[in-house]
């Protein structure tokens, strides 16, 4: 009986030794607007965090997203669901709400109120500094698994923008805090709690906002603070905003204790400051190389401060982006490739076309999408032809689809309708991509693929589209349980989240479409 007994417990020791440990803290780094050649452009520079992801964690060259729009919003919500915009429901940063009939933002809430800074009076449009939650996310992230397998668990998500907070740390978090420009005070929602806690307060109390507007970012005087309503209106602007961002990261740390309590911990943080730099002067400019490099100082000294709270070595780092950006048009054609300003006005096209077809009226909700045109639905219903025949839906599309493509100003390169969105597309990558944005109770009812290198506006540039400067970005992983090495098969975003809960031990978050990357080593 003692043999058995003592075999048995053998046994049970063997099988306890072989369970891996699970690491105590995850960090999931999302750069705002971060191309992959970032990584190699400019790699002699990096000699912190990037430099470390680089040299002991798993290095994917061929990351890519597969959907448009390739906004911020859609790419928080795909880092940790893994669920494409034609199941979260994240179809852009913004989009027409057919039954609440206005624009919404993809986290604006107004059945809850901000914590930390005044709420602002509700207004005919949701606006990016109006109370937020992750309502409109339809799935469940890698940190709601978490939290719902092991409650004990903290989930918190930083971003100096509120959709970059919400979105990639989910319903269930403990707490999401982003930057109010108003007050110079990171704040919340009471989606997540009635106040916020000590260690954020203390933070703000610091008042590092204030004494940020008076340093001047050195060798790009252009810069000018002061020129702005709010005194923190441009912060984001600038490598204070993403400064910010890092010290905030470090009092949630300590605050939370996070990877200090013998389960596992998800921080998310998401680095803005790279977006609103590069909308305005381009990937080739100087200044984004510079706040590259000091992206990189800054995830060394969060490294850093992860070590002396918790440590490096029961740490998993994912990073990635949430997009990437296309050449100014000024440098396209300083290279002899295609690209430009669109001159022509897409709502102005249809709205016209429209009505010489088919009569006045107001044919199209103004100002509702990012990409995307949406049909107003009871000028439509009331429509009637040349023969006095109500009018017909695929009548409407295809006048509409005409004129966008036939004008030469516009450089739309395809259109694709709801009612074929709807009905299935298959084709390209393009129309893979499109299908992939597709939720057709909040998409446009045409939406728009611009040739390559065209955009809306007369300076800086942007992100939008199918094409690979848009949607190739780095995936980087590193810690326990990651192999390193360098990855060169095509992946996709949507694989970073199965591949964390396969990790963890977790269930797959429920939208999630992404496989699972060969890096594990357990």
Avoid at 84 to 102: C, F, L, Q, T
Avoid at 380 to 387: D, E, G, L, Y
Avoid at 459 to 476: C, E, I, K, N, Q
Wanted: proline share 6%; charged share 20%; with cysteine.
């Amino acid at each position: 009986m003692a043999v058995a007994f003592s075999a048995l417990s053998w046994l049970a020791s063997v099988a306890q030794a072989q369970v891996p440990a699970q690491p105590k803290l995850v960090v999931v780094v999302v750069i705002d607007q971060f191309r992959y050649d970032y990584l190699t452009r400019f790699r002699q520079d990096y000699h912190g965090g990037l430099d470390r992801l680089l040299s002991q964690g798993a290095d994917f060259t061929n990351g890519f997203y597969a959907q448009v729009p390739t906004v911020t919003a859609v790419g928080h919500s795909i880092m940790l669901s893994g669920a494409m915009p034609a199941v979260s429901g994240i179809v852009g940063n913004a989009w027409y709400d057919r039954a609440e009939g206005k624009v919404v933002t993809s986290v604006c809430d107004w059945n809850v109120s901000v914590v930390g800074a005044p709420t602002p009076k509700r207004g005919d449009k949701c606006a990016d500094s109006d109370p937020a939650s992750p309502q409109r996310l339809l799935v469940s992230t890698l940190g709601d698994e978490l939290k719902d397998a092991h409650p004990e668990s903290r989930v918190v998500g930083i971003s100096i923008k509120a959709r970059g907070a919400i979105l990639p740390s989910g319903h269930s978090a403990d707490g999401a805090f982003w930057f109010d420009d108003g007050t110079g005070n990171f704040v919340t929602s009471s989606f997540y709690m009635e106040k916020l806690p000590d260690w954020a307060v203390e933070f703000n109390n610091r008042k590092l906002a204030a004494k940020y507007v008076e340093q001047k970012w050195e060798g790009f005087p252009k810069w000018d603070f002061h020129s702005f309503t709010s005194p923190y209106a441009k912060l984001p602007a600038s490598p204070w905003g993403n400064e910010l961002i890092e010290q905030f990261a470090e009092a949630a740390i300590a605050g939370e204790k996070l990877g200090q309590r013998g389960a596992t911990d998800l921080l998310t943080v998401s680095f803005s400051s790279n977006d609103y730099v590069g909308h305005a002067v381009g990937p080739n400019a100087p200044e984004v190389r510079d706040m590259a490099i000091r992206t990189d100082q800054l995830l060394g000294k969060l490294f850093e401060w992860i070590d002396k709270n918790g440590g490096m070595k029961d740490t998993v780092v994912v990073l990635s982006a949430d997009h990437g950006v296309a050449a100014t048009p000024q440098h396209a054609e300083k290279m002899r490739v295609p690209g430009g300003y669109v001159s022509g006005d897409a709502e102005e096209v249809v709205q016209n076309a429209l009505t010489r077809s088919f009569g006045k009226g107001a044919w199209l909700i103004p100002g509702a999408g990012e990409t995307s045109l949406y049909l107003n639905w009871e000028t439509v219903r009331k429509a009637h032809n040349a023969s006095g025949e109500p009018v017909e839906e695929h009548d409407i599309y295809r006048v509409a689809t005409s004129a966008l493509l036939s004008n030469a100003q516009l450089h739309v390169a395809r259109v694709y309708t709801q009612e074929q969105l709807a009905n299935g597309v298959a084709g390209d990558f393009i129309a893979q991509a499109e299908m992939n944005g597709f939720y057709a109770k909040r998409s446009g009812d045409l939406n728009l693929v611009f040739e390559p290198g065209y955009m809306s506006g007369k300076s800086g540039t942007t992100h939008f589209s199918p094409w690979a400067y848009d949607r190739h970005v780095p995936m980087l992983l590193m810690g326990p349980g990651i192999k390193p090495g360098r990855y060169n098969e095509n992946v996709q975003v949507n694989d970073i989240a199965p591949t964390l809960a396969t990790l963890l031990d977790l269930q797959t978050p429920s939208g999630s479409s992404g496989h699972v990357l060969p890096v594990l080593t357990r």
